[in-house]
């Protein structure tokens, strides 16, 4: 596998190549070529789906940056492809795709991402929330762009688990959820279960939540995964579905566009207001927009055969038949 970086261009910044695909950014875009074509992105769109695709390592199934250039995850290898998911691209035979390690394309995109995120820009942050992506290159933010992701092994609050956020530990309350109560519960546990029972305030620990479109595991048991994440604005990544995953609407509304996974063609718009919940087919594509911070509990289940069960009809694409 091929991977080189060059010298600064004159906006500072290093254009990096690997395999077939070389990725090169000025003041306002990222251009992306490979041997039939380029594609040309806003730069602060772009960080924001690099920052999503090394934080989650290429999550489950594809990750859309936009309707021509994503990943697709096979769990130890990922593909790395343009105009693949776009009918247009692949009836004119420009589509392009190749296959990395998992280990290679990861470094590139931490590559990339470190170059090319300013000092105060956070491609985590809310747009309100956070300084320019744009301009030549100046300084880095490394802490923003390096933040351990939350993954519970039990549970948040459970001894020895992901602990809870606090003022003290830099997580102040976000200006959204001003309103929501931080009281946490008292628990009365028989005697001798004294630390086995354990419980947590999950909207004042989302409420702490200083990042956006970032799901979290919060809560694992066995392979039922609960991955809430506060939203805000876009979510930067169009996500193709390799199984099906619920979607509760814990507090303010979020808007969802779905699409069909492998042409784009609409499917679906879902609008979901607080106490609602939908569950997303594993064969479709999605992309949701939140007007106001909000709450949403994503229940993925994490089990690597999943694909490989619906590829060979064990599992459904519908999480539930009407
Ligand atoms: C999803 O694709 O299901 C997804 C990704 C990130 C979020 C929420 C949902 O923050
Ligand atoms: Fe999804």
Known sequence: MTVTETAPNTSGYKTFSIGGFTFSRDEYFVTITWPTGSHQM????????????????????????DEVFGTMNHYGNV?????????????????????????????????????????????????????????PNSGSNED?????????????????????????????????????????????????????????NLYAYLSRSDVTWNPSVVSACK????????????????????RVEWFVQLSDEIQWDVEDRDTGAKRARVVMKAGDVAAMPADIRHQGYAPKRSMLLVWENGSNRIPEMIANGEASVHPVEF
């Not at 806003?42 to 940056?65: C, E, H, K, P, T």
């Not at 105009?83 to 392009?96: P, T």
């Not at 606090?166 to 279960?193: C, H, I, K, L, M």
């Not at 506060?230 to 390799?242: A, R, S």
């Open 42 to 65: 806003a730069i602060d769109a772009f960080l924001r789906s690099v920052q999503r695709d090394v934080a989650w390592g290429f999550f489950y199934g594809i990750v859309n940056f």
């Open 144 to 200: 923003a762009i390096t933040r351990k992701r939350v993954v519970a092994q039990r549970m948040v609050g459970v001894p020895g688990d992901e602990e809870l956020r606090s003022d003290e530990a830099g997580f102040p309350v976000n200006r959204g959820f001003a309103d929501v109560t931080q009281e946490e519960p008292t628990v009365n546990a028989e005697p001798g279960y004294e630390d086995q029972v354990c419980a947590f």
């Open 79 to 135: 593909d790395m492809f343009a105009g693949r998911f776009n009918e247009a691209y692949r009836k004119a035979e420009v589509d392009y795709n190749e296959n990395f390690p998992h280990d290679d394309l990861l470094g590139t995109f931490k590559a990339i991402l470190s170059d090319w995120t300013n000092e105060g820009y956070d491609p985590f942050a809310a747009p309100m929330e956070t300084g320019s992506a744009f301009g």
């Open 223 to 242: 392979e039922s995964l609960y991955c809430p994440t506060t939203e805000e604005f876009i979510l930067p990544v169009i996500h193709g579905n390799d």
